[in-house]
């Protein structure tokens, strides 16, 4: 009995630690990465891409050297974003601001006489990408592959503050439970996020109000998504978008495979973005790929 309370004292001792410790305001708070890349006609409208929990300026890679190339063929200006992960960004996905974000883009728009914006991200850069949108109504377009329909933790070892801020205060946030901390010991990421959105309160507190986003909005979902539930979460976001008799483009595709697949997806994008910004609001449901 004696072994087991020392064993187990110290854990409940550190655990309650890493809970409860908040940590200071990330250096570099506030800072981005901007790349801009222009067409060679006159951009009539801005795509800007956000990359996921791999940090860094995921879409200056040549990985995506084509795929940029094809948004500036298609008349479009395209601005990479690095926005933790970087030199000069944070470190980690830590509170990252909204409003940051939202200047940078406003200034390039201005430079540049654009007169539409649309936000694509994957993962976390989905989910940044509904609550940029839902907060700022000068985004007319959201983009979002296997995203979450709720704001989840920062990426920090205690995971106890938000990933978001907006004016300097923290977006409400699914924290991590205990009962989390097993299935994500063990490397098994979406167990670890199914047993958070168990907890109804926390969830219905977090959610990204997707129905305040002026504008068109995809979502693509991982059929057999391993990182997290990405096609329950996205059914989420359709439901509550029906639920406020949403006036925009909304559709929710679902994709084969893993939570990769639908980055080979783009004709399916670049699709939606040449319609929505020539069409007016309509009303797509749930569809799938085979």
């Known amino acids: 009995m004696k072994t087991t309370c020392y064993i187990l004292c110290p854990l409940i001792l550190v655990l309650i630690f890493l809970f409860s410790y908040e940590p200071p305001i990330p250096k570099n708070y506030g800072k981005l990465d901007l790349d801009l890349y222009l067409p060679n006609i006159q951009a009539q409208a801005l795509i800007v891409g956000f990359g996921g929990a791999e ?14 190339q094809r948004f500036l063929d298609e008349g479009y200006a395209f601005l990479s974003i690095g926005y933790f992960g970087t030199e000069t960004t944070s470190a980690e996905l830590d509170r990252i601001s909204l409003n940051a974000i939202h200047d940078s883009v406003q ?3 201005s430079r540049n006489n654009i007169k539409n914006v649309a936000l ?7 989910e940044l990408v509904l609550n940029l949108t839902s907060q ?25 503050t ?48 997707v129905e305040k986003i002026e504008g068109s909005i995809l979502l693509l979902s991982a059929e057999n998504d391993e990182q997290w ?15 406020n008799a949403f006036q925009f483009e909304y559709e929710h595709i679902i994709v084969p495979g893993d939570h990769s697949a639908p980055l080979q ?20 449901s749930v569809s799938s790929l085979d």
């Open 136 to 160: 700022h109504a000068e985004f007319s377009s959201a983009i979002a592959l296997v995203p979450s329909h709720v704001s989840f933790p920062a990426h920090t070892p205690w995971m106890n």
């Open 229 to 243: 539930p990405s096609t329950y979460m996205c059914a989420q976001i359709m439901n509550r978008l029906n639920d």
């Open 120 to 126: 694509i991200g994957g993962s976390k850069g989905g």
């Open 265 to 284: 997806r783009f004709d399916v994008i670049f699709k939606f973005l040449n319609q929505q910004f020539k069409s007016g609001p309509t009303h797509t």
């Open 107 to 109: 200034s390039v728009v």
């Open 55 to 68: 940090g860094g300026g995921s879409w200056t890679s040549d990985q995506w050297a084509a795929t940029r």
């Open 162 to 209: 938000s990933s978001w801020s907006l004016n300097d205060k923290e977006l409400t946030f699914v924290p991590a439970s205990f009962t989390s901390l097993v299935p994500l010991l063990k490397g098994l990421l979406g167990e670890a996020f199914k047993v958070m959105l168990k907890d109804k309160k926390t969830v219905k507190s977090a959610l990204i109000p």
